[in-house]
């Protein structure tokens, strides 16, 4: 319906009611809407994390304080953090300002596959919520975010379970967002516009959603494990059956090291793309910038052992993730040099975006200095785990990146309201949160070398200079807390008011300041020139004499909204409740398995939720796939011969393969120090390589319905698809046959290999179920005759992933069956 | 309209300087109040040779630190103070970058990065190998407590010498610590002796901590481990090669006084292998150890030199405040000291694996009994390693604070 509205929704949107407003972002597809979801909650977030961090301060603000006690100071802490990192931090750059700014960077309308973004925004919303409803289910989870193991399986803890299918809720979301991104970047840019010429905020979010596919899998992995040791006592950690405790470290650290620079690259970004505005100059070393960024994302997948050098790994491992660390000085100092360099020369507007930027600079070099003090092993013995650690990540977050978000709110609000902020109000705020973070973490160094635990709800008095540095750390929150009240007024301010913004009311170069300000649902009623010299276009043109072309509004189309994708999402939701608080069968750890009756009523209650979520879920997963994505029919163009489904679905597999590629490394690493030894009797490889037949079949008969589809054999290609189905379900049927043989034969919970089996065959299994599912939708589509010639629905994304699933179980027959 | 707004020429000016007098005062003001410290902690402490090491490898690493911090700051302040819009009026050259100045900007912290890399190969290979002549001490830690045991004397009793909460180490030796733990993750840090190791159950570590001051050091647990993580404490107490082999030999031949028939000591003996099933009251022989008793525990810390040692509940309370705490201790532990694994003997719940229980009820009268033979677990005179043993970083009173006898 959009592409008849959306000449008017701009004009008419000022008086709706609440409810049409949350209905629009419900069904919504357009990227600016979702990414202003992002950043709304993002702040949201913030606020929330931001109130617990000025807790945890009153609590130590003097020794011996019982604000927050024990446990409860453990679920604040913890509260804090994971709200931070994965509600705040990573969500607000990556995508926040990449939703929003991306497609208009690039000077296109949407991003590849915008109901999948939709679905992906309310997926982040509502793992939020899912975390959130821990509070009155036993309360949040008091593991700290890094929910090491086994304190994360302690009988004691609560909400660990909600916690681990939130974070993979949260990474499913993620996961699909940056697979979008990438996709919109390889397929979708403005014509002429080659990767060397995308502005460096682009690449930022390209770089960063490559870091996100790659390394994911690890916090997935670690959570998986650890929910599935909660809920059905399936471990590959517990060293009471010859598991390692410190695997889980490694998968934990393998996704949260580089999470760092998840929370970094696309804030880099946006620095340069003030630098550059602000000083009326081009990027000092564009190249050398993207080069960086590459670079950064190399180095920082190989530097995760730093967070864990206080285990006492073999000394070479030690060494080599070591200089891997102070690696990273490298390129992330070329950054900062360049940012440098930009503004070098320039006629500098001083306005609050250039403030956080120089703010930033100077804050980064300090948080980047301690941060290579730490890549000195011996050192690193001393102030791990220490305060140390913590005013040096909160330099580089909270006064590092989080300062650049402010920034870039500050230099893009003009585009996304069409008003200006306060600049006053702007100052009180920067200069708050300055003063406020020196004070409150630059003591916090000292306390580290004074010997103070992070983590700590208490202290003693009278170990030298503690309480004072405490007191002054606690007082500097204080102040940051008034920050925060002056960011909120003046963001509540700069959403009232007459909309005085030009489309360029900085002098930007790069294509968002063509789009008027708020960009209209289409976002350009021009086309560009079709060359691009450098990555700043608006300036070359204005060189050249080249100038837009207009485009009448009513000739562009846009996806039409729908509500299940939201829907879709919100299944989720209910089913993440019901397996967090629920289960199909009343498993504790410490209680074991009892009889369902005996279980509590809440916990009755989330597994009716559960059980009731999954037709909920495929319903609306169906009546999502049976709705076009555009009412009319329209022409695509990619850069690619890829549609967009299938360069989405070959960015999203990579993070399937580091799934399994970070969870068998665990099982081959168990196997080889022979801690993950076979029971004697173990399924049969008969049954496998039947198994494996089938298999493989599949994946021919579903190439050759693909085939059939593209010369329009339809009646072939509806069968193709049907005997895949009918072949995945063959395979399944033998799969849980030969899982209840094995099950039945030990005790999974006292075997490491059979614990290994279930976990991971089992998740192969789980693959098996989602790509079938991926393939009924194109079967379902083509029954309801929405497939032909222009509609491929999602044929090509749900084929590949087949062959990935089944290119998985060769492995899995190789590492379980036949080894 | 903003965007014609000079940001710097309101707001900021008043609002810095106040709160610049704001900071100055109240850290001021926290100086003259909190200085009466009794323990200094720091790994700055040059007596150890572990902390000397790290200090001659950070020599370079902070002089480079302080030349990039002052350097790098430099020319960001000085580029933003001459080219600010207010001060430069000419129209910017629109250039793109500087390849030579590139170069220079690469190579310059790859040498930094190969220079500290070497410093931190070099100091790993002093520190990291166990020196043949090292004392081996085993540290076990549990929610949340320590276990240290020295597997090298056996005693004369059955098992081997073990105190929990205070280590005894001797001086002008390196120490070479195992250590595991036996439920979650921990981490053993005394920062005036040397680095952490992390405990990990199933698995064992071995590193070298040590000093050359004979002394009372503080440690913690510095990994997050449940409720009572802060709680978590430990004492290192160093003493001289010759009084550190005294005590390890009087401990082996230490068996546990047998009370004396009819005395406080005698009952509380009764209660502390028996309990009192009556009243639910579970015995604390269950759980600890007394070396030379029956009483073989594993579950809670070794009290065999108990009445030797001035800290309770792991650290949480030192000298004169371990003594006034030792009752309400024995009845509600988990009610003083959040999360704490020992049953409460007031008959207060707790809560084991998720599940709450009531504790069993002991009287006052028992638990004073139960009290009284706890402080009789002495060591010989010459064994108390308490005795002249200074507060490292106190203001020079030599262990004025009491104890738990």
């Known amino acids: 319906m959009t592409v008849q509205h959306a000449p008017q929704t701009t004009t008419t949107s000022a008086r709706r009611g609440a409810w049409e407003v949350i209905k629009d972002y419900m069904m919504t597809t357009d990227h600016k809407k979702i990414g202003l979801l992002y950043i709304f909650v993002s702040l949201l977030a913030f606020a929330i994390g931001g109130l617990m961090a000025v807790g945890i301060r009153l609590q130590l603000a003097l020794p011996d304080q019982t604000l927050l006690v024990g446990n409860t100071y453990n679920e604040v802490l913890t509260g804090h953090a994971a709200i931070m990192i994965f509600f705040f931090l990573i969500p607000i750059g990556l995508f926040g300002f990449g939703n929003y700014f991306l497609p208009l960077q690039l000077g296109v309308r949407d991003v590849a596959l915008p109901r999948l973004n939709n679905f992906a925004v309310w997926l982040f919303i509502f793992s939020l919520i899912l975390i959130l409803t821990g509070l009155w289910n036993g309360g949040l989870p008091g593991v700290g975010w890094t929910f090491y193991y086994p304190l994360s399986v302690d009988g004691n803890q609560t909400g660990v379970s909600v916690f681990m299918v939130a974070l993979i809720l949260n990474g499913l979301g ?158 992330t100092g070329v950054k900062i040099f360049n940012l440098i360099g930009t503004l070098w020369g320039g006629r500098i507007i001083m306005k609050t975006p250039t403030y956080w930027l120089v703010g930033f600079i100077f804050n980064f070099l300090i948080g980047g200095i301690t941060g290579v003090s730490l890549g000195m092993i011996p050192f690193d013995y001393q102030v791990t785990n220490s305060y140390y650690i913590v005013a040096h990540f909160h330099n580089v977050m909270m006064f590092g990146t989080a300062f650049l978000a402010m920034g870039g709110l500050y230099y893009w609000w003009p585009k996304m309201t069409g008003r200006f902020l306060s600049e006053r109000l702007g100052m009180w705020h920067f200069w708050l949160f300055m003063v406020g973070s020196w004070m409150t973490f630059l003591p916090q160094y000292i306390l580290g070398l004074l010997g103070m635990p992070r983590r700590y709800y208490t202290y003693p008095a009278g170990n030298f200079a503690w309480t004072e540095l405490n007191f002054i750390s606690t007082m500097g929150a204080l102040i940051l807390l008034a920050g925060g009240i002056v960011m909120v007024i003046n963001f509540y301010q700069g959403l009232r008011g007459p909309k005085t913004a030009s489309n360029n009311p900085w002098g930007g170069y790069t294509l968002e300041w063509t789009a008027s300000s708020p960009p209209a649902a289409y976002n350009f009623a021009h086309e560009f020139p079709r060359t691009f010299p450098t990555e700043r276009p608006l300036y070359d043109w204005e060189k050249s004499g080249q100038t837009l072309t207009p485009v009448d509004p009513k000739s562009i189309h846009l996806p039409q909204d729908t509500i299940w994708p939201f829907m879709t999402a919100l299944s989720l939701l209910f089913m993440g409740y019901g397996l967090s608080f629920g289960w199909f069968t009343n498993y504790t750890p410490a209680g074991g398995l009892r009889a369902f009756s005996e279980a509590g009523l809440s916990f009755q209650i989330a597994t009716v939720i559960l059980y009731l979520s999954i037709p909920f879920f495929f319903y609306s997963l169906f009546k999502w796939a049976g709705t076009r994505e555009y009412a009319v029919p329209v022409e695509h163009h990619h850069l690619t011969k890829y549609d967009n489904g299938f360069m989405g679905m070959a960015w999203f597999i990579i993070s399937e393969v580091g799934l399994f590629g970070v969870l068998i490394a665990g099982y081959v690493y168990l196997r080889l120090i022979g801690a993950a030894e076979p029971p004697a009797l173990r399924p049969n490889i008969w049954l496998a390589a039947l198994n494996t037949l089938i298999l493989v079949t599949s994946s021919f008969v579903i190439h050759k319905a693909e085939q059939d589809h593209h010369k329009g054999r339809y009646t072939w290609f509806r069968l193709g698809l049907l005997i895949t189905l009918i072949l995945g379900a063959v395979f399944m049927v033998f799969q849980v046959y030969e899982f209840v043989l094995f099950g039945v034969e030990s005790d999974w919970k006292q075997n490491l290999w059979q614990a290994c089996f279930f976990i991971i065959v089992g998740l192969h299994g789980l693959h098996i179920l989602i790509g079938g599912t991926g393939i009924a939708l194109p079967y379902y589509q083509a029954l309801t005759g929405k497939m032909d010639k222009y509609n491929h629905g999602s044929l090509t994304a749900a084929s590949l992933y087949w062959h990935l699933v089944d290119v998985v179980w060769l492995l899995i027959v190789a590492i379980f069956y036949a080894w | 309209m903003n965007t014609n707004q000079s940001g710097r020429a309101r707001g900021p000016g008043g609002g810095r300087a106040l709160f610049v007098r704001g900071i100055l005062l109240t850290a001021g003001a926290a100086l003259l109040t909190g200085c009466q410290s009794n323990q200094f902690i720091t790994l700055g402490d040059m007596a150890s040779a572990y902390n000397r090491e790290i200090f001659w490898m950070s020599v370079w690493a902070i002089a480079f630190s302080i030349i990039i911090f002052v350097g790098v700051s430099y020319a960001l302040f000085a580029t933003v103070r001459r080219f600010r819009e207010e001060n430069n009026s000419a129209e910017p050259a629109q250039f793109h970058g500087n390849n030579r100045l590139e170069v220079v900007l690469v190579a310059v912290p790859v040498l930094i990065v190969i220079v500290l890399s070497v410093l931190t190969v070099r100091s790993m290979a002093r520190l990291n190998p166990t020196p043949e002549n090292a004392t081996v001490v085993s540290a076990l830690s549990r929610q949340f407590w320590w276990n240290f045991s020295y597997p090298s004397a056996t005693a004369a009793a059955g098992g081997v010498v073990t105190n929990g909460n205070e280590m005894v180490m001797p001086t002008r030796n390196p120490v070479a610590v195992t250590i595991t733990s036996g439920d979650v993750m921990h981490a053993f840090w005394a920062p005036n002796l040397g680095g952490q190791r992390n405990a990990t159950p199933g698995t064992e570590k071995t590193w070298q901590i040590d000093t050359d001051r004979p002394g009372v050091y503080q440690g913690n647990c510095s990994l997050l481990c449940g409720a009572s993580h802060a709680n978590m404490r430990f004492k290192v107490i160093a003493l001289e090669p010759e009084r550190y082999n005294t005590f390890l030999r009087v401990a082996a031949e230490y068996r546990a006084p047998t009370p004396a028939p009819g005395s406080a000591e005698e009952r509380g003996y009764q209660l502390f292998m028996q309990g009192k099933p009556s009243t639910g009251a579970l015995a604390c022989a269950a759980c600890h150890r007394v070396q030379g008793t029956p009483a073989n525990g594993a579950a809670g810390p070794d009290l065999s030199f108990f009445g030797t040692r001035r800290t309770l509940g792991a650290g949480m309370w030192e000298g004169a405040e371990a003594e006034r705490m030792l009752i309400p201790w024995l009845a509600n532990s988990p009610g003083v000291k959040p999360g704490s694994l020992m049953p409460p003997y007031n008959g207060a719940t707790y809560k084991v694996n998720g599940q709450v229980q009531k504790g069993g009820v002991l009287t006052e009268q028992e638990l004073s009994d139960i009290a009284a033979y706890l402080r009789s677990l002495r060591l010989p005179e010459e064994a108390d390693y308490w005795r002249d043993s200074p507060v490292i970083g106190s203001a020079g009173d030599a262990a004025p604070r009491g104890g738990t006898q």
């Open chain 1, 174 to 331: 993620s996961l699909l967002g940056s697979a979008n991104f990438a996709a919109t970047i390889v397929n979708l840019r403005a014509p002429g516009m080659s990767l060397w010429k995308m502005p460096i905020f682009v690449w930022s979010i390209f770089a960063t959603s490559i870091l996100q596919l790659v390394s994911l899998s690890g916090l997935t992995a670690a959570s998986l494990a650890t929910y599935l040791e909660l809920k059905l006592g399936l471990s590959m950690f517990n060293p009471g059956i010859g598991g390692t405790p410190i695997l889980f470290t490694q998968f934990f650290w393998f996704y949260s090291h580089p999470a760092v620079y998840v929370m970094l690259l696309p804030y880099l970004g946006i620095a340069a793309e003030v630098a550059s505005t602000m000083a009326r100059k081009p990027l000092f070393g564009y190249r050398v910038m993207v080069y960086s960024l590459l670079g950064i994302v190399l180095v920082s997948l190989l530097v995760w052992v730093h967070h864990i050098f206080a285990v006492g790994l073999p000394e070479g491992w030690q060494i080599a993730f070591a200089i891997a660390t102070l690696i990273v000085a490298v390129p």
